[in-house]
């Protein structure tokens, strides 16, 4: 999760303006672990080819996990507001049950179940060493689908 900037605040107050959104709750995120990867993976959301994000359920607490109609702003790899989705389908459940469907949805690399074992294997890998965490193929994992509601520009 990110800091409420002020430019995310004013990017969000447009939202509001041309949504009818009246509340202040939404979360604040970036894709990826470095700007390049960020922006690779926003470039895809914006064409509207991942739908879906997956991230290690130990990163939340009950309070801050994701939730079905939640609000969500997407920064890109300057750490500018870019756009923001509204989650549609929330799943818990052990990483090595992800399934076809998902990883299609998530839209990364050849959209394939074993690309994306792969390489979430090993992005998640350096996410739990970064935070003294175990990682096992039954580490439980958010599935994440979302819809882009709102985009600058």
Request: with cysteine; charged share 25%.
């Amino acid at each position: 999760m990110h800091q409420r900037t002020p430019e995310v605040e004013t990017f969000w107050r447009a939202f509001q303006a041309a949504s009818g959104v009246s509340h202040g709750d939404y979360d604040v995120v970036s894709f990826g672990d470095n700007a390049e990867e960020n922006d690779e993976l926003l470039a895809l959301a914006l064409q509207g080819t991942k739908r879906a994000t997956a991230s290690l359920a130990q990163s939340y607490t009950e309070e801050t996990l994701p939730r079905v109609g939640g609000l969500v702003v997407v920064l890109d790899g300057q750490g500018r507001p870019r756009c923001v989705w509204r989650t549609t389908e929330i799943t818990v459940k052990p990483f090595n049950q992800v399934d076809a469907p998902f990883a299609w949805d998530e839209g990364e690399g050849d959209r394939g179940l074993a690309s994306w074992l792969a390489n979430h294997r090993k992005y998640f890998a350096g996410v739990c060493a970064a935070n003294g965490w175990t990682m096992s193929d039954d580490i439980a994992v958010v599935f994440e689908r979302f819809k882009i509601v709102y985009r600058k520009g």
